[in-house]
């Protein structure tokens, strides 16, 4: 496949991703959208309850200073909108109300389209559409929406297949396990956070419907 074709079709499936939240409100009252890399604990409360409807719940990204996609999507921004943004989110977990809705709408989607030509185009979005409307964001603890990278300095890390014993026993305290792109074999990573999960037979007992 071409390279304009690749990003081409990484436009049309981040636009997807926050259209479907304007399409999901249209039926639902609050909708919690999650990445299909995102693993959520048994013993998570209810997230419901702990965002206010008024608020839209999501992750400040900007406060991991070892992440990197602050830093670039903040100086895209400022290159293709003149505007120096100082909260960015990550997407991969958000929370939702209906009223907040036209934030996800066709309109300001399609009048913003030049964001979604950055490395992180739905954060770019948000981030982006958040600052200039002033959106009410209750930042979510990382326990939320914990992204398992624990050394961003050691790019060989990227391609292990399994997280040390000690960093899983800490991914097992966490709400919401976020397994993002960083690592080359993910899908490994997933495997085993998933089993750490739910594994345990009193787990999936308990998790039976009755």
Known sequence: MQTDEI?????????????????????????????????VSHTAPDIFEQ???????????????????????KKFILKKKKININEYYNTGVLLV????????????????????KSKYPDQ???????????????????????????????????QLTELPNDHLRLVRQKHIIHVTGYYKKRDKIIEQINLALYNDQNVRNSLRPR
Not at 107 to 115: A, G, M
Not at 128 to 150: C, G, Q, R
Request: hydrophobic share 35%.
């Open 7 to 39: 990003q081409k079709k990484k436009i049309e499936c981040y636009l997807q991703k926050m259209l479907s939240l304007y399409k999901a409100l249209e039926k639902f009252d609050r909708v919690l959208l999650l990445d299909d890399s995102c693993l």
């Open 51 to 73: 965002v206010p409807r008024n608020q839209i719940g999501a992750f400040p990204e900007s406060e991991r200073a070892d992440f990197r996609s602050y830093n670039y999507d």
């Open 97 to 116: 109300s209906k009223h907040q809705r036209e934030i996800f709408s066709p309109r300001n989607l399609s009048k913003n389209l030049e964001l979604f």
């Open 124 to 158: 770019a979005y948000f981030s982006y559409i958040s600052a200039i409307e002033k959106t009410n964001v209750n930042k979510l603890h990382d326990e939320w929406n914990f992204m398992p990278v624990f050394d961003y300095s050691n790019d060989s890390n990227r």
